[in-house]
């Protein structure tokens, strides 16, 4: 596609439900980004994939979350049993290659703003 | 690990007066980006800079990478209503890249 699409925009769930996040990247773009923006904060990280396998997850806040990416294709954000603190702006972006490469920035989808009440 | 520091927090502005945002690394980098983000929008890439010393130009806009490749900065000459939003350093750490905090920018018309 012509840019990183990300679904729902919006996602309202009860503490305690499961949520999966979508992000379709660029097509050929082989890196993919999930990041966490919590309300008037900075980006943090979340998981890195290469491919379908990805080589840094040290940014996953605990157990609950968990990504998977098919190929070079779609990835799903899963958070289990969520809870008010992960409230946030889910971002994903996608690149051409990975971040070692030093050539190219990001582009970010438009995000998926979940809220758990 | 490596941390990206970003200031001011917060800066508002007239519009027509500069404003400028600095970034420290707390180690070496081989290249920062910055990025702008509209309120309710997304972080949109605007520049990488890979040299020491490197200057570039976009527009009113100066970046400017430090000589040691621990800082660097963005200048905005002239400030519009269009300029608003929170701009983003980012050097990369590993296979990601690690954000600064931002730096939000409000102009007054």
């Known amino acids: 596609g012509a840019g990183v699409s990300q679904s729902p925009s919006n996602k309202v769930t009860e503490k305690g439900k499961d949520v999966e996040l979508r992000c379709d990247p660029i097509s050929g773009h082989t890196a993919l980004y999930w990041y966490r923006q919590r309300l008037g904060q900075g980006l943090e990280f979340l998981i890195y994939?290469?491919?379908?396998?990805?080589?840094?997850k040290s940014g996953l806040p605990s157990d609950r979350f968990s990504a998977e990416r098919t190929g070079e294709s779609v990835s799903t954000l899963t958070i289990q049993r969520t809870q008010q603190e992960d409230s946030a702006v889910y971002l994903c972006a996608s690149s051409p290659s990975g971040t070692g490469s030093f050539n190219y920035g990001y582009t970010f989808g438009s995000g998926t703003r979940l809220t758990v009440v | 690990g490596q941390q990206v520091m970003q200031i001011p927090q917060y800066q508002h502005v007239q519009e027509g007066e500069d404003f400028t945002t600095y970034c420290n690394s707390s180690?070496?980098?081989?290249?920062i980006q910055w990025y702008k983000q509209r309120p309710g929008g997304h972080p949109v890439f605007l520049i990488q800079?890979?040299?020491?010393?490197e200057v570039k130009k976009q527009k009113r806009l100066t970046f400017q990478f430090g000589e040691a490749k621990k800082n660097s900065s963005l200048h905005i000459t002239a400030t519009q209503t269009t300029d608003v939003g929170t701009y983003f350093c980012?050097?990369?750490?590993?296979?990601?890249?690690?954000f600064g905090a931002g730096t939000i920018l409000r102009v007054k018309s």
């Open positions: 800079l890979v040299k020491s010393g």
């Open positions: 980012a050097g990369p750490r590993g296979n990601k890249l690690v």
């Open positions: 180690t070496t980098l081989s290249n």
């Open positions: 994939f290469q491919g379908n396998s990805a080589p840094d």
